[in-house]
């Protein structure tokens, strides 16, 4: 199951993971990796999986803020594993870049980093379970707000947002990012929790 719902976390934000990992086939490998370790800025315990007949159809990974620090400082033993030491500190210091590129959410928030649906499969309510599901776990963990980056040119997923009451706010335009992703930036959307 760790390819599949690592390919899914890819197809969130290709042009993002391409630049910090390199390359898609370096970014799923590493993703896969990400996903099966225990503690991982892409562990499976951070995501919620919607499942048929053992087919991943979408993926939502999601974390209280204030628990970021843990799930991020294990990722060198895990770029280590996947990738090897060659491509190690290139791998860390695109990855740093790449967060740099968005503000970063409230310590209280609950951040949803990444939510995927299979192109065959959109339209047909995953995408809002699995939203549900990580707004019930952000109450459950005691978080007031649930936040998200999305990147501006993606009309689709906006609209999907606001129509689960999510709210527009910060706007991050990055000329870098531009550059080397061909997005133009993200849009911070939040939702009050309670």
Do not use: W
């Not at 934000?13 to 490998?29: I, K, M, V």
């Not at 790449?98 to 609950?110: E, K, Q, V």
């Not at 339209?123 to 978080?143: P, R, T, Y």
Request: aromatic share 8%; glycine share 8%; hydrophobic share 40%.
């Amino acid at each position: 199951m760790a390819e599949p719902c690592a390919r899914l976390l890819l197809e969130s934000g290709p042009a993002l993971f391409s630049f910090a990992f390199g390359s898609q086939p370096t970014a799923l490998r590493l993703l896969t990796t990400a996903f099966q370790a225990e503690t991982s800025a892409f562990s499976h315990r951070l995501c919620q999986v919607a499942l048929e007949h053992d087919r991943v159809l979408g993926i939502a990974l999601a974390y209280p803020v204030r628990h970021s620090l843990n799930y991020f400082l294990a990722m060198p033993r895990v770029i280590i594993r996947a990738l090897g030491t060659d491509l190690f500190l290139r791998t860390i210091v695109n990855g740093m870049n790449a967060g740099r590129l968005s503000s970063a959410p409230g310590p209280d928030d609950y951040f949803l980093s990444n939510l995927a649906v299979q192109p065959d499969h959109r339209g047909k309510g995953i995408g809002s379970l699995l939203l549900e599901k990580v707004c019930k776990d952000a109450v459950s963990a005691n978080c007031p707000r649930c936040c998200l980056d999305v990147e501006l040119d993606n009309s689709r997923a906006i609209t999907f947002y606001q129509r689960h009451g999510f709210k527009p706010g910060r706007t991050t335009r990055s000329g870098r990012l531009a550059f080397l992703t061909g997005k133009p930036g993200h849009l911070r959307m939040a939702k009050p929790l309670f």
